[in-house]
């Protein structure tokens, strides 16, 4: 299958998000050959398009992998199934080219940057990549406790995600005598402690965690006056995501206690799903046409962020996202992620289900 060709390439060029340039030249050579006008969006984003009408449907996959830290290096790795995103629908762009399936409607492949910074689809918006559209639609591999490689989600709802990063500092001391000093390692595990103590609305699913607590001078005899922690903040509504950070926020004041000080930074934050109920209805169609309705789930909820959900949010624009099973193991953001290659093949013949449905459906 050229789906699995595609995907191997790619995944040989994992590079991080905005850096995507090998992986951005070897897509937009593929789509020109065929005979796509191509429509750079930044140095790595683009979008590929063969016609334009009045009502353009988008078609998204982002591009870039996810930095690991092996061996006390940063290395690129597609631990996140980037590249099979871009495969599938590369696949997917060159088959309905072939064989004529986009006529003289306005499909918009496009190619986004930068997902796992929570900052591509922001960028796309603002650099005009969705001006004239009115539908998008995307897709995600899923692990394969949620879905196995003969299965697919119609309707992902994914929540809001916001990663929030506190660099404290303190005053060093010699450890013999730390009332001399101020300990940010303490500071940190306050906040810490803080944080398990926010509550919201049980009912609504949410989780905060530590995902990095950074402290070292390089001695152990010594009081830390530097600590950088990152909390990992999920939502499955933006309401809940709100008050989350607000209460985290509140609590950091625990961290001057002891006369710490601190600065805080928003890596990221994501806005939960917004699923159009026709997308939706158009994607469970796609999925059941090729895998059968007993291999479909009509949605499901997860606490995973895609920041996809900034083109319906910030745009309007009327959005569906489907999951596809892959078996993926031991799961998504593992560096040793593996996938059943073969399961590929669905997500491109579903691409080409949708494409085919959206075609008739506007005639």
């Not at 402290?215 to 006056?225: E, G, H, Q």
Request: aromatic content about 8%; glycine content about 6%; charged content about 20%.
């Amino acid at each position: 299958m050229q789906v699995i060709k595609f995907y191997e390439d790619l995944h040989n060029l994992a590079e991080l998000g905005f850096c995507e340039f090998k992986t951005s030249a070897y897509l937009k050579e593929k789509l020109s050959k065929a005979g796509f006008y191509i429509q750079e969006v930044g140095q790595t984003g683009f979008y590929a398009q063969l016609t334009n009408s009045d009502y353009v449907v988008a078609l998204r996959a982002d591009m870039d992998a996810l930095g690991h830290n092996i061996d006390d290096k940063i290395c690129a790795i597609h631990s996140c199934g980037h590249d099979a995103h871009s495969a599938m629908l590369l696949n997917a762009a060159l088959i309905a080219k072939q064989n004529n399936l986009i006529k003289n409607k306005s499909f918009r492949f496009l190619f986004q940057p930068a997902e796992e910074l929570g900052k591509g689809a922001l960028f796309m918006i603002e650099n005009k990549a969705l001006d004239d559209v009115n539908e998008i639609y995307g897709m995600h591999i899923r692990p394969k406790q949620e879905c196995q490689s003969n299965q697919a989600i119609a309707s992902m709802y994914f929540a809001a995600s916001c990663a929030i990063k506190f660099d404290i500092t303190g005053l060093s001391a010699h450890a013999a005598r730390p009332h001399l000093g101020i300990n940010a390692i303490d500071s940190a595990c306050a906040l810490i402690n803080a944080a398990r103590m926010i509550y919201v609305d049980t009912s609504i699913a949410s989780s905060i965690k530590v995902t990095r607590f950074v402290a070292n001078n390089a001695v152990t005899n010594s009081i830390n006056d530097k600590a950088s922690i990152v909390f990992d903040l999920r939502a499955q509504d933006n309401k809940t995501m709100q008050e989350l950070k607000e209460k985290l926020l509140q609590a950091a004041k625990v961290i001057t206690f002891n006369n710490s000080t601190y600065e805080y930074e928003i890596l990221n934050d994501i806005v939960a799903a917004q699923i159009d109920s026709l997308c939706a209805k158009e994607c469970y169609k796609a999925c059941v046409n090729i895998l059968g309705e007993e291999n479909v789930f009509k949605e499901k909820n997860i606490l995973g962020g895609e920041d996809f959900f900034f083109y319906p949010v910030k745009k309007g624009i009327k959005a569906g996202f489907m999951g596809l099973g892959v078996d993926c193991t031991p799961g998504l953001h593992h560096p040793n992620m593996s996938i059943n290659k073969n399961a590929l093949n669905n997500g491109v013949n579903i691409w080409l289900e949708l494409i085919k449905n959206i075609d008739l459906r506007k005639d």
